[in-house]
């Protein structure tokens, strides 16, 4: 059985920015980089303290870790629009503009840059368009958030990638949305994941309207289905009870086994377990189908 590490450290206050360094000495990044993107999670208009979007305090210990292995490159912070949002009133709404100035690095709207087709041999599709900066640079860092998920029960690393859809309205392909995970994920390969689960969101209403619950880890490693795997584990779920994660083990993108490294150790999951009505959320799944099911009838 193959195995991917995962590392795990804890962070607290003024610690993030040891905590975050001490996370890329352990995921051992290139020595050298000169192009860097970075892609964050701003899905709606929600401040950093709901746990919902990207924490500026964390981008920041995160640029700086950066800033201080590679003082010369070029680091782009990446955002697209998704269905109810703009991502150029995000930056400033969100405080992300100021963090990224402080640290040289640039602010990207997906939606303004080059996109480009690539062939996926994906679960719903043979092409995929895709943005141009993430195959332009040669460090790619995926920097989710934790959370739960109303339709998917987690939101972590691969469903990060969604937002990276072209199209600004992505409801159609909530549909099938562990397929477009998937597929997405086909398209688009980060070299590693770092996630922020400092502040996370937990509840039956996530992303956006669960409740804040303070954890207080960052999570990281190079294997997108390991990590979330991981991550999975952490919030008290079986990782093959997530449609997403068990198809996109089975689609190659990754391990759902994982061995960890740093501060934590598997006997303490029990701790950060999250709170999610598994008997609520069978019954919403049930809710939108018989809606959908009346819609087009």
């Known amino acids: 059985m193959s195995f991917s590490k995962v590392s795990v450290v804890k962070c607290s206050g003024e610690e993030r920015r040891t905590a975050m360094a ?9 020595e050298t ?25 964390v981008v920041g210990a995160l640029l700086e870790a950066l800033r201080t292995r590679y003082p010369h490159a070029k680091i782009f912070l990446c955002e697209n629009d998704s269905t109810d949002t703009l991502v150029e ?25 080059a996109w480009t087709r690539v ?24 920097h989710p958030k934790l959370k739960t998920h109303g339709k998917t029960k987690i939101t972590c ?17 909530h549909q099938y949305l562990d397929d477009a995970i998937v597929d997405i994920n086909m398209a ?6 770092i996630v922020d689960a400092d502040l996370c969101v937990e509840g039956n209403r996530g992303p956006t ?22 991550c999975a584990s952490l919030m008290g779920f079986w990782p093959s009870t997530i449609g997403h994660l068990r198809k996109a083990a089975r689609a190659g993108l990754g391990s759902l086994t994982y061995r960890l490294t740093g501060d934590l150790r598997p006997e ?30």
């Open 157 to 173: 690393g691969l469903k990060n990638l969604f937002g990276c859809y072209r199209q600004k309205d992505k409801r159609p392909l």
């Open 188 to 193: 688009i390969r980060p070299h590693f994941v």
């Open 209 to 230: 309207q669960g409740l804040p619950k303070q954890v207080g880890l960052f999570i990281g490693g190079q294997d997108p289905v390991a990590v979330d795997a991981f």
């Open 33 to 57: 980089a000169n192009r860097i993107a970075i892609k964050l999670n701003l899905c709606d208009y929600r401040k950093w303290e709901t746990g919902a979007t990207s924490d500026p305090k």
């Open 22 to 30: 001490r996370l890329i000495h352990l995921l051992g990044l290139p």
């Open 119 to 142: 062939p996926v041999r994906g679960l719903r599709i043979s092409e995929l368009e895709v943005p141009a900066i993430f195959q332009d640079c040669d460090l790619f860092i995926n």
């Open 268 to 297: 303490s999951l029990r701790a950060y377990r999250f709170r999610f009505s598994r008997s609520k959320f069978l019954f919403m799944g049930i809710v939108r189908r018989v809606l959908s099911w009346s819609e087009a009838h």
């Open 89 to 113: 009133n995000l930056w400033g709404y969100l405080g992300v503009d100021a963090v990224a100035a402080r640290y040289d690095a640039k602010c990207i709207s997906l939606s303004k840059e």
